[in-house]
């Protein structure tokens, strides 16, 4: 069984509004609202708090109104379902949205039923951290390879705050698919972790994370990408009295994560 969800729909072609919501309501899920503007969508997300928002980045997206943005902050899951896709405009977000080019409805359909079977497994592509209590302290990292930024957030950690480390396989590229991997995590977080990448690892430190934040950026890994070969994942959240150095060093002791095992 999968979970049902409501969505709002922002396009301003009637017959995609059509079938848009036909293929929903034939999923068995619920539509809320049609909007052709920004500004209308903004406030039916606000107002009517849905589990996902397929829009079209055609339509309104000069406006003052950040239809994605506003998507993210609400912990609604956003799909842009358009024939065009700002790939620089995607990467500024927290969470990327999902893309799906038109006329595909067929794979709008099949994105549609992903989603609804992994909320049913607690692995939605929303991020689980709606408003932050605090962020990461020390300075922002200057690269992917800054282990001051990270050490300092580290060091810092309070009760509840997450790690996640994706482990590589030891083959002689291991620094480089790291490197490249870590490029690739750092757009799926948010401005308030802090990741850093190794010679053989990517780890992300998730403040007031906890075991969701873990879940939600290795639901979107795996959905969107295909991870280096033999890579493994752990997750960890730092205990009341624990001290941060002994969280950081948990990690190696702590089982995989096979619920989300890449590539499975």
């Given at each position: ?18 079938l848009i919501q036909r293929v929903l309501e034939d999923l068995g899920h619920s539509v809320l609202a049609v909007t052709d503007t920004a500004a209308a969508t903004v406030t039916a997300i606000n107002t009517l708090h849905p589990t996902g928002v397929i829009l079209d980045f055609s339509v309104d997206f000069a406006s003052d109104y950040d239809v994605i943005a506003t998507a993210i902050t609400a912990g609604c899951t ?187």
């Open positions: 069984m999968t979970v049902l969800m409501t969505w709002v729909v922002l396009d301003d072609d009637l017959l995609y509004t059509n956003p799909i842009v379902f358009s024939q065009r896709a700002d790939d620089a405009l995607l990467s500024r977000y927290s969470v990327r949205p999902l893309v799906i080019f038109k006329p595909d409805i067929s794979a709008l359909e099949i994105a549609i039923r992903g989603l609804a079977e992994r909320s049913d497994k607690g692995t939605s592509n929303r991020e689980r951290r709606k408003r932050p209590s605090r962020v990461a302290s020390g300075a922002p990292p200057s690269n992917v390879g800054d282990s001051h930024s990270f050490y300092d957030a580290l060091n810092a950690a309070t009760t509840g705050d997450a790690i996640l480390s994706l482990e590589l396989a030891d083959q002689p590229n291991r620094a480089r698919e790291a490197t490249e991997l870590a490029t690739v995590v750092q757009r799926k977080m948010r401005a308030e972790d802090r990741l850093l990448a190794t010679s053989a690892a990517v780890r992300v430190f998730l403040p007031a994370g906890g075991g969701d934040a873990v879940a939600s950026i290795l639901a979107r890994l795996h959905r969107e990408m295909r991870l280096p070969e033999g890579t493994t994942a752990r997750g960890v959240t730092l205990a009341p009295g624990e001290a941060p150095a002994d969280f950081y060093d948990r990690l190696r002791s702590t089982a995989e994560l096979t619920e989300y095992r890449p590539n499975s």
